[in-house]
């Protein structure tokens, strides 16, 4: 992807910006050392597309490389709940009435959580807690993430290093059950992948925090990406893929993911992780349904395990108005909605 040199400019200042919100946080490297095994691992669902609609969360405490503890909560995200999330978790609006809102728990997970290491499987938790926390303007969690997901590829290269990694295909690789989609059960999932691949490699999980160069809050974090996303995007670590035509041009839909964080691919594969769906023309339409190929070739790697979110343009869009966009960012993509709306 080419970027003209002013865009990359304000594409810049936004990192640096981005970097320095999260240096604000209190915390020292040096608090973690020697955790060796013990650790914490957090898996959320959302009601809907916007990551900040946190319905249910798992936590689990590993303790010495043990399971010590599971707590979970179903919460009320205080939005409306998408038909395809309640299909995928089989959480109803009825069922977080009465539930606690985010704010109400947040003291629960500071002293659950705070200074301690924190995995999740893919960058879709640590997400989804940053736009939910930005949301109700609360105090962002202070620990050290890190990603499971990245350690099942770097445990087992030849398995998992470009695809397949998704965290029941992982499970299923080591043998272990669970029910999917339940933020608990795939938490604890998540934790068993973790001890698998430090057993495999006969390490701590100390050791992955310095493998992926996590460095302590207060100063920059380091992590291996492609040259087109923005290592400190909240969608780092996400692979999208649009299908049909969209209200923004295809070339400013592909700089404001590249800025969220997510590398923009043109096919499926197994590395997709987004897929956003527009207008698709006669052409590209591949069944009676109306969907494209792309559409139904995500689909089918979802009905194998693959865990991929399909959302609207309108989701997108959604997903970018909780980024601070690059001022040409937001005017391209601002211009040719008015153009649209001319014809």
């Not at 350690?151 to 965290?167: E, H, N, Q, T, V």
């Amino acid at each position: 992807m080419t970027i003209r040199m002013d865009v990359r400019d304000d594409l810049d200042r936004s990192i640096h910006m981005l970097r320095r919100s999260r240096n604000e946080q209190q915390l020292s490297f040096q608090d973690v050392a020697g955790c060796g095994m013990t650790f914490n691992v957090v898996d959320v669902e959302t009601a809907n597309n916007d990551r900040s609609t946190i319905c249910q969360i798992g936590i689990v405490h590993v303790v010495d490389g043990r399971v010590a503890d599971k707590w979970g909560t179903l919460v009320d995200p205080e939005d409306d709940f998408g038909h395809w999330n309640v299909k995928i978790h089989g959480i109803t609006p009825e069922q977080v009435q009465g539930a606690p809102a985010l704010p109400e728990i947040r003291e629960e997970l500071r002293q659950r959580l705070r200074g301690q290491v924190l995995v999740s499987h893919t960058a879709f938790d640590r997400s989804a807690f940053k736009t939910a926390m930005d949301k109700y303007n609360l105090e962002q969690l202070q620990v050290y993430w890190l990603d499971s997901a990245k350690i099942a590829r770097r445990a087992w290269p030849d398995k998992f290093s470009r695809a397949g990694y998704g965290l029941k295909n992982v499970a299923n690789f080591i043998g272990y059950e669970f029910k999917h989609h339940d933020a608990v059960e795939d938490a604890a999932a998540a934790a068993e992948i973790t001890l698998a691949a430090c057993r495999e490699r006969d390490v701590n999980v100390e050791y992955w925090l310095h493998e992926f160069r996590i460095r302590s809050a207060n100063k920059k974090i380091v992590t291996p990406v492609s040259t087109n996303a923005n290592p400190e995007g909240d969608l780092h670590g996400e692979v999208l893929v649009f299908t049909g035509r969209l209200q923004m041009t295809r070339k400013s839909a592909v700089d404001c993911a590249s800025f969220m964080g997510c590398e923009v691919a043109k096919y499926i594969t197994g590395k997709t992780t987004i897929l956003v769906v527009g207008v698709q023309n006669l052409a590209s339409i591949a069944s009676p349904s109306g969907k494209s190929r792309k559409h139904l070739r995500a689909e089918n790697l979802i009905s194998k395990g693959q865990e991929i979110r399909i959302i609207s343009e309108t989701d997108f869009i959604s997903l970018l108005a909780k980024h601070k966009l690059p001022v040409p960012l937001q005017t391209s993509s601002a211009e040719k909605n008015r153009q649209n709306k001319q014809i």
